[in-house]
Each structure stands twice: as C-alpha cells, then as structure tokens.
C-alpha cells in the first residue's frame, strides 16, 4: 500500500509540476514539461531575477507559489522563501552558524525538501529543521550532536530525500574519522529518528567518503533506499534500513581516494552508479546478499566524477568535469556516441533533462542545451558568467538558474 500511495504521490507531483527534491519530481532529474525556453542571456528571456549573497550548490526548490532556497550569507545559514511570480522575498529563517567555504562548496550545499505543507533544510553543519510554509519552525536537530561530527575530507554535502512522511539522511565518511558510515530515517512531522543504519565497508583513506543524495528503486512490491559510496552500492529496506544488499563494483583497483559525489541514478528498473569516472555501473535492484556479480548488467568506462548522470529510460547522458559528454544506451551499456566537447570549463552542476532537451550547465554559468537523441545536436549555449554550482530546476515552462550572484526565472509560466 505504502508503494502505491509514493507512485501516485510522485504522480501527483509530475502533473503539478513542481520541483519538490533535488532532483526534481520523479528523483532522477528529469521532467514531463513542454515548450521549455532553449536560449536566454542576462538581457533576453529573464523573467525576473534576485541577488543572492554567496554561491551554493544548493538546488531551488519549488512547490505552487512558493520557491526554497538554502542560502549561505557570511557566518550563517538561512531558509529563504520567495514569491515564484517575481521573485520576491517573504521570508527569511535561521538554520545554523558556522557556515564556512571549503574548497568549491560552502554549508549549504544540501538542497531542501517539501511535500507541500512542510519544507525541511539540511545543513553542511547538520542542522536539520522543519518550517510550515509560512516560516514557522517546527522543530529542529542537530545530526553531529546526537551522532558524532561528519568526517568527510570535503565537509557535508548531502541532501535528505522525502518519501512516505520520512527523511533519509547519509552519513558516509571516514576520511577525517573512524566512527561508522550510516544512514537515518526519520520522522518528518515529530524530527525523532526511527531508524538508524550502520554501513560497514572495506573502503580505506578518503574512499568511505559519499556526498551523494540516496534514491529509491522499485524491486517487484519491494522500494529500496538505493546508496552509493565506501566503495559500494547497497539497498535498505525503507522502512528498518535494513542492508538487503550490496554490490562491492565501484573501485575495483581499490584507490585509495576514491570518493563518490554523483548520486545513484534509478530509471525503468535498473540502478546507474558512479564512482570517481569509472567504471559507472547498472545493477539490478532486488537482490539479497552480496549480489558484486549477479546484479551487474554492464559497466562503461567514460562515468562522471561530480554530475549526476540523467536517462529517459532508453539514452543516459553522462556530463563529465571538462563537459565532455557520452551517450550510453541504457539497457546494454552501449555507446551511442560520446566524447562530444561542449562549453570548455568545469562542471559541477547535474544535467536536467525535459522537453526533449538535456540542459547542462558549467561554473561559469554557461548552459549548453543539446537535443535528447541518438545523434548529438546542440541546439544552444547560453551565457549568465556567473559562477555557478546548482543544477537547474523546472517548473510550469520556466527553468530556475541559481549561480553565486543571482536567482533567474528564465522563460514565460504556462500554468497547468
């Protein structure tokens, strides 16, 4: 029953087009929207714009008429809620202090959450608070306090995923520590944890390091919260966070650095996992055990290091850190086409795909828009110059832009 209700919930969300979760209404970053614009500058097709006082890597999130966004500005860490008409601020809320910079990523990395009535923040610093929809706060925790201080080399990336009234937060580290990985499920109305996961492995130096975001897979009746990092991919159950399986396939030299940022990727029954380039893999969710052989589907040496990977179920487009792209056929691992040089820069930000487009964007805030498809077509590159580490976000026509300097509103609202 409780599968049933998250489809139809997910359902829901697509046809409200609303981008709840970091990577959007369905998790995996894509979207259903039509008539999504393809070109845009400083000067054309900007609805509106706000300053924003530092960068993050931190996604906008919207729901109806209300964006989120976590925002670093000097010591502190804030909740802001904006009127998606134009922009505008109506509130601003404390989340933390002791925001810092460390290398590219500040504490407010993670990106928020809401299931339309309740919006919850994570910190870098592990600060996690629920507000109501006006701003009032409901309650708050403090993840280090109760559990230990995160050892990951990079400081605290993750974001919480929602499902069935329940947050997921990772904690996977061991660079700067030797206390355990975990997981937590907790409770979205109360903050209490209802569960809690150690998540033992072999990974060594700054390999148990994850910064990834969990997913959720479906295996027959079964949802699995779907992790990547330590050198492994593991699926728990949603409810006890149970370790149903592992696969041990994402460092099979056994680097020594080999930490994970991309995030676990689920379409059309297979599970994508990245590690530091390669291999990138397709498992099989629903195993039991260790399932290194039996869930393996094929594996591709051309993998992301930092974006996370998006499919419509048949294509998986893969970004690159130089935006070199490659196009993999989703069911045998085949490349379509690949090496395809787009804007040169560094990309940190996911790619988003909708309309029939894959939007990719670099930190100097170029977005290339390529054509979804088995020839390579780029169809626009588009130019803020803004330093920029969050990945796009959809909704109802328009696409929500947020680099270091500015939130932008690209494009005219087609309500549904």
């Known amino acids: 029953m409780r599968f049933v209700l998250l489809f139809l919930c997910l359902s829901l969300m697509a046809v409200a087009e609303n981008w709840p979760q970091w990577r959007g209404p369905s998790l995996d970053g894509s979207s259903t929207e039509k008539n999504l614009p393809v070109t845009w500058s400083k000067t054309e097709n900007i609805t509106w714009q706000i300053p924003m006082p530092s960068r993050s890597g931190s996604t906008p999130i919207i729901w109806g008429e209300r964006i989120f966004l976590n925002v670093a500005d000097g010591d502190n860490l804030e909740l802001w809620s904006l009127n998606r008409e134009n922009g505008s601020i109506l509130w ?235 196009c993999i056929d989703a069911k045998t691992g085949q490349e379509v086409w690949g090496s395809q040089r787009i804007a040169p820069a560094i990309y940190s930000s996911s790619p988003v795909l909708a309309d029939g487009k894959v939007y990719i964007t670099n930190e100097e805030g170029t977005t290339t828009v390529i054509r979804a498809g088995r020839q390579f077509e780029k169809l626009a590159e588009n130019r803020l110059e803004e330093y920029t580490l969050s990945s796009p976000a959809i909704s109802e026509g328009q696409i929500f832009m947020r680099t270091e300097k500015a939130l932008y509103c690209i494009g005219k609202r087609v309500r549904k």
């Open 92 to 326: 601003k809320k404390p989340v933390s202090g002791g925001n810092y910079k460390i290398n590219k990523q500040n504490m407010s990395s993670p990106s928020p959450v809401t299931d339309g009535t309740t919006i919850w923040v994570l910190s870098g610093t592990g600060i996690l608070k629920a507000f109501d929809f006006q701003g009032k706060e409901l309650w708050s925790r403090d993840i280090q306090k109760d559990y230990g201080k995160f050892g990951l080399n990079w400081g605290y990336g993750s974001s919480a995923l929602l499902h069935g009234g329940s947050l997921y937060v990772p904690v996977l580290h061991g660079m700067k520590t030797d206390d355990p990985s975990y997981v937590l499920r907790i409770d979205g109305k109360t903050g209490k944890t209802l569960a809690r996961q150690e998540r033992p492995t072999k990974a060594q130096v700054e390999s148990p390091d994850s910064y990834i975001t969990p997913t959720l897979a479906k295996a027959g009746n079964r949802m699995e919260l779907i992790l990547s990092g330590g050198d492994i991919v593991t699926g728990h159950d949603v409810n006890t966070l149970a370790e149903l399986w592992r696969a041990d396939v994402l460092n099979p030299t056994n680097y020594a650095m080999n930490r994970i940022i991309a995030s676990p990727l689920y379409k059309d029954g297979i599970i994508y996992a990245s590690s530091r380039v390669k291999p990138f893999v397709a498992l099989k969710p629903g195993g039991k055990g260790d399932v290194s052989q039996s869930a393996k589907l094929w594996e591709y040496q051309n993998g992301p290091d930092v974006p996370t990977p998006v499919s419509d179920g048949q294509l998986v487009y893969i970004a690159n850190d130089r935006g070199i792209l490659f």
